[in-house]
């Protein structure tokens, strides 16, 4: 069942993920001003899990609120944001929810918070953002629990591995996204040594996908350091960007380890919002030699 408090245009849409929670709130103050930009509206979604044969049913992770006071409370939410927006109240399990919501909304981005996982192991942790690049491939802007800004990102961070990729149609949707910011992008990219792929062959990787058509001129960032992660959130607060982009490409193994992925370490550990935009591997017959950990910002599904 789905609530629709108001009529809206049709125009850009941003999916926003809410449990109530203060995460929440501040990731919906982030899309509300994302919104501003994009002259968007907000779907914003909640995922009401009451069945049960529900999995986490016992696990102390699921609401005690009723359908109709989730209702209520999601209702009052919507009604106070300063953007145009509907409300939907879903039932079933949240990749499958988000899903139907896309489906339906086609949103340029889903908007969702990070939880606070900080005392637990990368191996052990798990996130919704982690769940959703899983099961589908579609550009996410998590916001991580301790960000104290909520405007709109004023230096954007593109980290590029190097390897040539492909987008399909949600490569338009992050370039209407950065040209609506408005602001600085410098590409970064991260090696072992000084004489592997330099800043200006990421780039052109980047510049052939279409990625940078229509935004003024892009910079160029090499780092040397032996883990791309720490290379990354280095050069974020070097250069005091507030926002991370991440081309995040499947592996072409199933199960590898969680803690070789970068984007993974990404969303669990950036200060700073990230947007993950998935990305397709090269055809086979212009594969370039697979990325070692060091090289690639590879999501491990």
Not at 70 to 78: E, G, N, P, Y
Request: proline content about 8%; some cysteine; overall charge neutral.
């Amino acid at each position: 069942m789905r609530i629709r408090l108001a009529h809206i245009a049709m125009c850009p849409t941003l999916l926003v993920l809410t449990d109530f929670s203060a995460g929440a709130n501040r990731s919906l103050k982030v899309a509300v001003n994302f919104a501003h930009l994009l002259e968007a509206q907000l779907v914003v979604l909640h995922v009401h899990r009451d069945s049960l044969l529900d999995p986490e049913r016992f696990t102390g992770k699921l609401s005690g609120e009723s359908y109709e006071a989730t209702m209520r409370a999601l209702h009052s939410l919507v009604r106070q944001l300063p953007v145009p927006a509907l409300a939907e109240v879903g039932q079933g399990l949240l990749p499958d929810v988000v899903a139907d919501a896309i489906r339906r909304y086609h949103p340029l981005l889903v908007v969702l918070s990070r939880p606070d996982a900080e005392n637990i192991p990368d191996e052990l942790a798990t996130t919704t953002a982690l769940q959703l690049l899983r099961s589908s491939s579609f550009p996410l802007l998590v916001v991580p629990p301790a960000t104290t800004k909520m405007t709109a990102p004023r230096h954007v961070l593109l980290a590029a591995d190097g390897g040539e990729f492909g987008v399909d149609e949600h490569g338009d949707a992050l370039r209407h996204v950065l040209a609506a910011l408005h602001a600085p992008v410098t590409l970064v990219h991260v090696t072992e040594s000084a004489t592997q792929h330099t800043a200006a062959q990421a780039y052109e990787t980047v510049a052939g996908a279409g990625l940078t058509r229509d935004l003024p001129r892009v910079s160029t960032n090499h780092i040397c350091h032996a883990s791309p992660t720490q290379g990354l959130l280095q050069a974020v607060a070097a250069q005091r960007a507030d926002l991370l982009v991440v081309l995040a490409r499947p592996r072409s193994v199933w199960g590898e380890l969680f803690h070789r992925s970068v984007t993974a370490q990404l969303l669990l550990h950036s200060p700073v919002p990230v947007l993950v935009l998935p990305v397709q591997n090269t055809p086979a017959r212009k594969r370039p030699p697979r990325p070692t950990e060091t090289d690639g910002l590879l999501y491990s599904i």
